[in-house]
Antibody, heavy 124, light 111 residues
Framework: QVQLQESGPGLVKPSQTLSLTCTVS??????????WTWIRQPPGKGLEWIGY???????YYNPSLKSRLRFSIDASKSQFSLKMNSVTAADTAVYYC????????????????WGQGALVTVSS | QSVLTQPPSVSGAPGQRITISCAGS?????????VHWYQQLPGEAPKLLIY???NRPSGVPDRFSGSKSGTSASLAITGLQTEDEADYYC???????????FGGGTKLTVL
């Protein structure tokens, strides 16, 4: 049974870089079948897709965040990571990592399972 | 404002049937992209409920079902139970925005 766990600092200062890592257990990250995904949820608000990275290192970013994002993946460590620079209070959110899947019979990608989430607060 | 539109809240009594709508457009649901649904219990991470419009992952009760028609989709829950109280989100892909998108979420209250 695959499990994902986010880790990283819970407090980041404005204008600095937010860094998170997701550790995957129970599954091989280099099978090529999945999209390793980041999603966030501001307190009391809805979900926002940040992007995902494929095992090859090819990344797909939300266009509204793309200029501030960089993903990386280390399948040998079963980890993938997110870096977001120039953060502001608007980036305060619970950040989730998730496994994205798709099928030949269904256009698009769904996310399952999800990590428990990591709250990141941007404040001085 | 979300690209996929959901009602902010719905309610029903135990045992009843409710539906949650998810309205999209010709650049997402209407373009043939599938709709997926998630349940978020209070204080927990979202959990996949329906994928590919109408498929249930193993372990999800058959009280939950999904459908899609044109530019909209719906989640139906029959035999409402108190433990169904949660936020529900629809999700798809938008070809104009080039990204996965979520609805704004619907809070289900079981009276």
């Amino acid at each position: 049974q695959v499990q994902l766990q986010e880790s990283g600092p819970g407090l980041v200062k404005p204008s600095q870089t937010l860094s998170l890592t997701c550790t995957v257990s129970g599954d091989s990250m280099d099978s090529g079948d999945y999209f390793w995904t980041w999603i966030r949820q501001p307190p009391g608000k809805g979900l926002e897709w940040i992007g995902y990275i494929y095992f090859t290192g090819r990344a797909y970013y939300n266009p509204s965040l793309k200029s501030r994002l960089r993903f990386s993946i280390d399948a040998s460590k079963s980890q993938f990571s997110l870096k977001m620079n120039s953060v502001t209070a608007a980036d305060t959110a619970v950040y989730y990592c998730a496994r994205g899947s798709s099928s030949s019979s269904s256009r698009g990608t769904w996310f399952d399972p999800w990590g428990q989430g990591a709250l990141v607060t941007v404040s001085s | 404002q979300s690209v996929l539109t959901q009602p902010p809240s719905v309610s029903g009594a135990p045992g009843q049937r409710i539906t949650i709508s998810c309205a999209g457009s010709s650049s997402n649901v209407g373009a043939g992209y599938a709709v997926h649904w998630y349940q978020q219990l209070p204080g927990e991470a979202p959990k996949l409920l329906i994928y590919g419009n109408n498929n249930r992952p193993s372990g999800v009760p058959d009280r939950f079902s999904g459908s899609k028609s044109g530019t909209s989709a719906s989640l139906a829950i029959t035999g409402l139970q108190t433990e169904d109280e949660a936020d529900y989100y629809c999700q798809s892909y938008d070809v104009s925005l080039s990204c996965s998108i979520f609805g704004g979420g619907t809070k289900l209250t079981v009276l």
